[in-house]
């Protein structure tokens, strides 16, 4: 089905430079497209009609010209140039940002107000966000996810000894219940298992033993599962295999680990797009034709992992 668009083109006089601010800011707040100078694009709904038609008559009415026009899409790549006009996935990625850096759990009691505020304007800044988000993605689940983790940290902080409706997705977990297994996954790893393969041996379980299967099916009961249908360890909602590790082992406060999380989930399934997601594919891609081994690829996935994190935590003196 072609996707049917609003376009609203005006022209004020230069001297209205009062009206024609005022139409702009009315027409960012409604989250318009801008085609070019003057031009703007809506998705078809009847309210964003109404509405672009008010502007029009506001914009007559300050001597300038207006004219609401419809338009069907048919043409595949001229609905993806519309589209990509309203990709939110930045706004996204700074809410992610700042919902990372909120201390959730190093707040002293005073300040549990002070956390409580935070909270609601990062709500209050998603919901805003998702309201001109005409097209969302994976962008937004990831950011619905951050938020709804970030809730239950913050409820558990003001209320510790209170049981609360809606209850953790992912079961938090003690490092020395993990000591020394087999842990196994699909062969030939992509960025998902291997990033897992490596949080696994550098921060959960060092003495790990990893197999690679050929089909999930071939999982040995004794072994710890990871990044397949009905593993013990894989995707969660929104959040891939290794953001559910680091949820299960309490690692979410690494901010380094966090940021090669992002990478992870974006390489895997979209998303937030990741200023060193090219370089990182570019990497894993190469070495999977230089090592057909599953072990050899992970030992060498391994100095690159260890390397982002390095540069990550501001370690590369």
Known sequence: MPCSWLILIVSLPTRNSAGRMRVWRALKALGCGVLRDGVYLLPYRNEFRQMLQVQAEDVIAGGGSAHVLALDSENQDQQQVFENLF????????????????????????????????????????????????????????AAAVLEDLGHAVNERLTPDEPHAVQQRIRRLQHKDHQGRTWATRQRPWIDRLASAWLIHRFIDPKARFIWLTEPDDCPAEALGFDFDGAVFTHAGAKVTFEVLLASFGLTKDAALNHIGTLVHYLDVGGIPVLEAAGLETLISGMRQCWTGDDELLAEAEKIFDAFYLAFSGNNA
Request: hydrophobic share 35%; aromatic share 8%; net charge negative.
């Open 87 to 142: 990709d939110r996935s930045a706004d996204y990625a700074k809410l992610v940002g700042d919902m990372q850096q909120t201390p959730d759990m190093n707040l002293q009691t005073e300040d549990l107000s002070k956390l409580q505020k935070q909270l609601y304007r990062l709500r209050k800044e998603f919901e805003a966000i998702a309201l001109k988000d005409f097209f969302p993605g994976s962008a937004r689940e990831q």
